[in-house]
């Protein structure tokens, strides 16, 4: 009996603790020989890599301790690392859905650190360190769910759909069991976004309302802009753009001095533009996404759609320019999915303008990355598209004119077009 009851002790310690280890490597440096092994052009120990491992070394020290007081010098050096890694004093800075009005926690400054590296691509160094922070004594249940929902965010960049959706599924029961609306609205944004990704409108729509109507009753700003934003990929998948357009521009007002929350609007607006067959707005939104940011999970959707535009506008040079950087994203290993739906993208663009050769050679690696990470839509689309030589199955087009609402947002989205783009679009390394 006492045998029982120690096991369903420790079972319920570790359900509420975390769902299994959060990463694979044991150590901080491990993780990261893996990313710089993911990443050819990544040169090792590029500033401020060096404090990376540090930071996530001695918060896998704090970690195996068992009493806050023990673990507290270590994760104040910890803290003092990071605020260096930060640029100086932090206070401003908080991890980027974070609602606002939230009590700050002596953590945000090591989760800022933890969205660096996720940035960079360095998932894996990222992910050991979510999994020390997630151990850490002395973190709350609400920061622990923030901290997984975050590995489940990194784990569907790295293509692994399936432990996205258990780590969203963790987080859900959290906030369910302790009544944290927060996590709840993360684990179902998650799960929209990993249902998107598989294909699944109806459950990404589902999902998306459910988590848009949560935020908006508790104030979660940047959720719901999330939420927003999915809801807004969905309708335009379905046809509606007129619909998406305006919820876009919604959102791309919220995200006004976040360059990044711009930059990712910027890209579906593009996108939508795109299906509207409006190329040259369509190319005037993602010009101005290259200006703020080369993050490649905002970058690499941004460039197959730029690829597409440009040749609807017999921008030949620029339609290779934007393939040419979507293959060296191949060849440095940036997010699969991201990858697989930018080469779909310019092999139907290559194919538009008669390079057929071309386009079968990025049809065949789209297949390829798709079939490897279980990317069901896009290996439908890439297969059908291969059968005829590079010409993928798009999404629906508008058939009708845009009111005048849509009209207005179309004006203002070309003004935002910069005089010129940059050499290059994407982040390759850390410095």
């Known amino acids: 009996m006492r045998l029982r009851s120690l096991r369903w002790q420790v079972a319920e310690m570790l359900r509420l603790r975390t769902p299994l280890p959060l990463s694979s490597h044991r150590t901080a440096a491990a993780a990261y020989r893996r990313d710089v092994a993911a990443n050819p052009t990544r040169s090792a120990l590029a500033t401020p890599d060096g404090v990376w491992i540090a930071i996530g070394t001695t918060c896998q020290r704090a970690a195996a301790l068992a009493h806050v007081d023990m673990a507290r010098p270590l994760l104040a050096e910890a803290q003092r690392m990071a605020v260096g890694c930060l640029g100086g004093d932090p206070a401003n800075g908080r991890p980027r859905l974070d609602p606002p009005q939230s009590p700050r926690s002596e953590h945000d400054v090591l989760r800022l650190v933890v969205e660096g590296m996720e ?21 709350t249940k609400l920061d622990r ?61 589902r999902r998306a309302k459910r988590a ?20 807004m990929i969905v309708e335009a998948k ?42 040259a707005a369509a190319r005037a939104a993602y010009k101005a996404l290259f200006a703020r940011t080369s993050l490649p999970r905002i970058v690499l ?17 620029e339609l290779q320019w934007a393939a040419s950087e979507v293959v060296l994203a191949v060849a440095v290993g940036h997010p699969p999915y ?34 490897r990470h279980g990317y069901h839509e896009i290996a439908v689309r890439a297969e059908w598209a291969q059968g005829i030589v590079g010409t993928p199955a ?16 179309v004006g203002a989205i070309s003004a935002l077009e910069p005089a010129e783009r940059p050499a290059h679009v994407l982040a390759l390394t850390a410095d």
Not at 122 to 139: E, G, I
Not at 258 to 279: C, F, H, R, T, V
Request: some cysteine; glycine content about 10%; aromatic content about 4%.
């Open 212 to 231: 848009l109507s949560a935020a908006v009753r508790h104030d979660f700003t940047r959720l719901g802009a999330l939420a927003r934003t999915t809801l």
């Open 338 to 371: 991201e990858t697989a739906n930018a080469l779909l993208e310019c092999a139907g663009a290559m194919k538009s303008v008669g390079l057929e050769d071309h386009a079968r050679g990025l049809l065949r690696e789209a297949i390829r990355l798709a079939g």
């Open 119 to 139: 940035d960079v691509g360095a998932y894996h160094l990222a992910t050991v360190t979510l999994d020390a922070l997630a151990a850490l004594p002395s973190v």
């Open 238 to 279: 379905a046809g509606r753009f007129e619909e998406a357009l305006l919820e876009g521009w919604q959102v791309f007002l919220a995200m006004r001095g976040d360059a990044a929350g711009e930059a990712s609007i910027l890209s579906n607006l593009g996108q939508m533009l795109l299906d509207m067959d409006m190329p």
């Open 301 to 317: 959707p941004a460039l197959g759609g730029y690829a597409a535009a440009s040749a609807a506008v017999d921008r030949v040079d």
């Open 394 to 409: 798009g999404p629906a087009r508008c058939e009708r004119s845009p009111g005048p609402g849509a009209v207005a947002i």
């Open 145 to 205: 769910g923030r901290i997984i929902a975050h590995a489940a965010r990194i784990a569907r960049s790295m293509g692994e759909l399936e432990r996205a959706a258990h780590l969203y599924g963790h987080v859900e029961r959290v906030g369910r069991d302790a009544d944290l609306p927060e996590l709840l609205v993360r684990a179902w944004v998650g799960q929209a976004v990993v249902a998107q990704v598989k294909g699944n409108a109806p459950e990404a729509r």
